[in-house]
């Protein structure tokens, strides 16, 4: 074993930056920075200063539910906790506290790093459900106690702060959205970054193996329990990291902002995206956001849409939309992606149209026992109709039967060039 | 200074009524190979998770060159230098072999509950995980996933985590369960290649494993050893012949 | 005195409806490793349930086909969702019922709105079935008293009595040699899973008139009853009976003696600062025990957790 031989071994792992590690990320950071030039408006801003805060919320979510394991119903405390300190040393900054805003965020972070490792330190003792249930607890107290320490969290009406009242970083003042933005994507990127990293350390590893196999870490000389508190510390660190992003993009934080309702949302963002993977929370966020913006503009049971759509992820695609992307690696490497392109394309419309028709039939009953009124009158696809009669549901109902009959019927054909695009023959 | 690596003093486990083991005695000294044998519900595997800290013994003491182990949590004893296999497979499936052995090895080379390294870049590390591949003959799977490997293979696999961390008593609990004779040859040559120079405490039921490989056997019956020394004077031993060997003893004499 | 009693009772009430759903949660937990988490929301479709029975045949009716439509509902749910992500883990199940329970929470909306249903008591049972010192209790909470009993009653029959109980306890215990002698263990999950949500019916059918019909009855009661199996014991039914009367008198008591905090520290000897509203501990001095009511149970089980860590009555770990 001489210096010769251990040249090669490691000769590709030791430089500290290449060129295929740092160029999804500066991809990533440029088109952030190009982003508000083709969304100017600033509802547009606040949309993706919304979904950039929820993506780091979800990466931090999945340090426990993805890589450890470890399933929370009370992960928007840290974020809320975080936040909430944020907001008051804000105020602080108003009161003469020299701290630029940029850096707040390192703020909260810590505050909801001292809360993770508080709770941490009982409630990692065990994985499983056991966990999810003290998550759960631990969370509906905090909530609670959010409406009767109203000194801290200000009770109904939550906490407000000023962001701009800190020294000017740069000269700028984050007066506009724009420059919110520039200081949520740098957290976005930075925290992102981060997470990465840190599911490449030995901890991260370690943690995988606790998830995969808590028995054998310990006979390896690891304590699970202390494997998981780590992870729920940089968790909640991260959580911490979001809530403030949140306080300065909002400049209010609330009860909501720290209850089940938040902490169950964002276990939906992050198994619809994918919680087996890196980027699952990413998607995740950015479909969730758009759900809840885009969707939720037109129609009221957009929530009904979202719990569907999560139930059926769990039956069907339990690795989600990233796993449904990286199921197509074996095609892509093998070559044969194309294969699977016309029977997607056939079936693109049929699925659509079923999709569309069955939400239709939703729409309109939904419609026929909530009319305000007696109002008859309905606006669905741009169509106006009346709906207390049977006609509409009863063509939409047939649009449905009819989509998906096709559907069924192009299924065997995917099915066919699943098969042959998974299959490595050698080529006549 | 010459405490014996693993020493049982009077160690008792029951569950509920039952009492699985009954006051063992045992010391095993420093580079012994040591053997357990007994018929099936004898308590070979309680008494293997009473030393590992799987369970904290009913009464009695688990001593580890000299110190008192008993009722430490699994990770404890095994940052005291001991370290086991399993019966079952018991491997991180979704893992390379490669990351596998490397999960055995961090604790040890100092890299714990590391947050500001990077995985693969040590050196270090990497050099060790690959010699120990080598050992065990699974260099060229090294990038596989373990779970995919055939069963001989993870069970290889089993003891080269085991003897990563570089721990210097190793337990194996019947690590040629289930494998053919060639295969069985393959094991056993692999277990005195890695063990050289440490204290091994093995359970088995292929008795040609064990007069092959062990320095002295001890027969556990009912939770109870009632022989225990070389493999010669076991195998003459009436004692033993009469509660548990008998027939199979003389097949395997022959 | 009087009010003591009456708030026993009324502790009572609270705590054998919190264990009807309890006694099934751990039921259904204790057999099939599942944490239900949609358990109140199966507590919310019978209260519903029974509620639109009620326009038709009256209350009667409703309170026996309410509970069976439920469990029939519930046991479709475990054959045809349930168990197809039973082979993913505990945890994917969980997450399973987590999203059940959203999805139930947005059909009651969606078929019944969000505004709270006037479902009431019948009117057989309208009337003080007696009264302390004043205090008239109603005949609808000794009903409901008697049916939480008599179902705990009939469990624990046929959990230690019959032929049916014994294999569900072996089942508990030993989920694959049970198979081996010839049970249908998927059946058997399947009925449990049916027995556990018909009991989540049945109490929501008795408690609707009480607490109220409305969307949120699920949030409200369903973090409770996961917080009550935690500090009694994952699994144990005692230990559930036994957290669900201690968490149903801590609130009764706690809504029914306005003790504030000022009371108390001006008792000990500290006075109130002139300028209360900008005191840095001004919710110290206005906090009182019905506002500290909701948080009791949350409370309980975090030093529980930390004291007892298998919570009241459950195994040792092993």
């Known amino acids: 074993m001489s210096l010769a031989s251990k040249t090669p071994l490691t000769a590709g792992t030791s430089r500290l930056i290449s060129l295929s590690n740092t160029m999804p990320w500066a991809f990533a950071a440029l088109f952030l920075l190009c982003l508000p030039f083709v969304f100017q408006s600033n509802s547009a801003l606040t949309i993706m200063n919304q979904m950039a805060i929820t993506i780091v919320f979800a990466l931090s979510y999945n340090m426990l539910l993805g890589q450890g394991g470890m399933l929370s119903f009370g992960h928007a405390v840290y974020m809320g906790l975080g936040g909430f300190f944020a907001m008051h040393v804000m105020n602080m900054v108003e009161g003469g506290l020299w701290l630029p805003l940029p850096l707040l965020p390192i703020v909260g972070g810590l505050f909801g790093l001292i809360f993770a490792f508080l709770i941490g330190s009982f409630s990692t003792r065990r994985a499983g459900t056991v966990f999810a249930m003290i998550s759960l607890g631990v969370g509906e107290l905090i909530a609670a106690c959010s409406v009767i320490i109203v000194v801290f969290f200000g009770g109904e009406e939550g906490i407000s702060g000023d962001r701009t009242m800190g020294p000017p970083v740069f000269g700028y003042e984050f007066l506009t959205q724009q420059e919110v933005y520039y200081l949520t994507i740098f957290w976005l990127l930075l925290a992102t970054l981060l997470m990465y990293l840190f599911s490449r350390t030995p901890i991260g590893r370690i943690t995988n193996a606790v998830r995969d196999n808590e028995e054998r870490a310990e006979f390896l000389g690891y304590s699970q329990r202390n494997v998981r508190w780590i992870s729920f510390c940089a968790s909640g660190f991260f959580a911490g990291v979001a809530g403030s992003l949140f306080a300065i993009n909002f400049e209010i934080l609330t009860e909501e902002n720290l209850n089940l309702a938040t902490s169950g949302s964002i276990l939906l963002v992050t ?34 849409y979202l719990g569907i759509l999560f139930v059926s992820c769990v039956m069907f695609f339990p690795s989600g939309f990233a796993g449904l992307v990286a199921m197509h690696r074996r095609p892509f490497a093998l070559g044969k992606l194309h294969l699977l392109i016309k029977p997607y394309l056939k079936a693109a419309i049929p699925v659509v149209t079923s999709v569309l028709s069955l939400a239709a039939i939703l729409e309109i009953l939904f419609h026929k026992r909530h009319g305000y009124g007696g109002d008859h009158e309905m606006v669905l696809y741009g169509i106006a109709f009346d709906s207390s009669g049977y006609q509409a549901i009863a063509m939409a109902a047939v649009i449905a039967a009819i989509s998906l009959f096709l559907v069924s019927r192009i299924l065997p054909e995917i099915r066919a060039a699943w098969d042959s695009a998974n299959h490595a023959e050698s080529r006549t | 200074m010459n405490a014996p690596a693993i020493e049982l003093r009077n160690l008792e486990k029951s569950f509920g009524l039952a009492r699985i083991i009954q006051g063992v005695n045992l010391k095993i000294a420093k580079g012994e190979r040591h053997a357990v044998i007994g018929p ?40 005291r230098g001991l370290s086991r296999s399993f019966q079952v497979t018991n491997i991180f499936s979704n893992m390379t072999v490669f990351e596998n052995i490397r999960c055995g090895l961090l604790w040890t080379m100092g890299y714990r509950y590391s947050f500001w390294h990077m995985i693969g870049r040590q050196a270090d590390v990497t050099e060790k995980a690959d010699e120990i591949l080598a050992q065990i003959n699974l260099t060229q799977r090294r990038n596989e996933l373990a779970g995919t490997l055939a069963y001989a293979e993870q069970r290889a696999l089993e003891i080269g985590i085991t003897i990563a961390g570089g721990a210097d008593i190793i337990l194996l609990d019947e690590p040629c369960a289930g494998m053919s004779h060639s295969e ?71 | 005195m009087a009010l003591f009693l009456v708030n026993v009772l009324d502790g009572l009430v609270t705590g054998l409806l919190l264990f009807m759903l309890c006694s099934g949660l751990t039921l259904i937990f204790s057999m099939m490793g599942v944490l239900n988490f949609a358990h109140a929301s199966f507590y919310m479709l019978g209260a519903y349930f029974a509620y639109q029975i009620s326009l038709v045949t009256g209350f009667w009716a409703g309170l026996i086909i309410a509970p069976l439509v439920v469990g029939v509902i519930g046991a479709g749910i475990e054959r045809y969702g ?47 079935a007696f009264a302390i010192a004043g205090n008239a209790f109603p005949a609808y909470k000794v009903f409901m008293i008697f049916v939480a009993m008599g179902i705990f009653l009939t469990l624990l029959y046929i959990l230690t009595k019959t032929r049916i109980g014994m294999t569900i306890q072996a089942a508990l215990s030993y989920p694959e040699t049970v198979q081996n002698l010839g049970h249908n263990v998927p059946l058997v999950f399947m009925c449990v899973f049916g027995v556990g949500t018909a009991m989540a019916g049945l109490a929501g059918v008795i408690a609707g008139p009480v607490l109220g019909v409305f969307p949120g009855m699920a949030v409200q009661l369903g973090s409770i009853v996961f917080v009550t199996i935690v500090i009694g014991g994952l699994g144990s039914l005692w230990g559930a009976l036994v957290a669900s009367l201690i968490i149903g008198w801590m609130q009764t008591f706690a809504t029914a003696y306005d003790v504030t905090a000022e009371q108390i520290l001006t008792a ?40 007892r860590p298998q919570g009241l009555m459950g195994k040792r770990e092993s």
Request: proline content about 5%; glycine content about 10%.
């Open chain 3, 82 to 128: 349930l168990r197809r992500v039973h082979k993913f883990g505990h945890v994917p199940e969980l997450i399973f019922t987590f999203g059940l329970a959203l999805l139930i929470e947005e059909a009651v909306q969606f078929f019944w709105g969000k505004s709270q249903l006037p479902f009431s008591e019948p009117e057989a049972l309208d009337f003080a």
């Open chain 2, 184 to 254: 069985t040859d393959l094991i056993v040559d692999l277990i005195r290649k890695v063990t050289e120079d440490k204290t091994l405490l093995i359970v088995e039921h292929d008795m040609g494993v064990i007069f092959d490989l062990a320095d002295r056997i001890s027969v556990l019956v009912y939770g109870e050893v009632i022989e225990s020394d070389t493999p010669d004077v076991v195998r003459a031993s009436a004692r033993v012949k009469e509660a548990y060997l008998g027939a199979s003893l003389e097949e395997e004499a022959m």
């Open chain 2, 40 to 79: 099936n519900g004898a308590g070979k595997s309680t008494l293997f998770n009473l030393i590992t800290g799987r369970f904290a013994p009913t009464s009695g003491g688990v001593f580890l060159h000299g110190e008192d182990v008993s009722g430490l949590k699994p990770f404890e004893i095994n940052r």
């Open chain 3, 268 to 307: 000990i000897g500290f006075t109130k600062p002139e300028l209360i509203w900008d005191h840095p501990l001004q919710d110290l001095w206005t906090l009182t025990l019905p506002q500290l009511g909701p948080i009791l149970p949350y409370l309980l089980m975090v030093i529980v957790l930390v004291l």
């Open chain 1, 271 to 304: 198994f619809i995206g994918g919680a087996g993977f890196f980027v699952g929370p990413i998607i995740g966020a950015v479909v969730f956001t758009l759900l809840q913006t885009v969707l939720g503009l037109h129609t009221e049971l957009w929530s009904l």
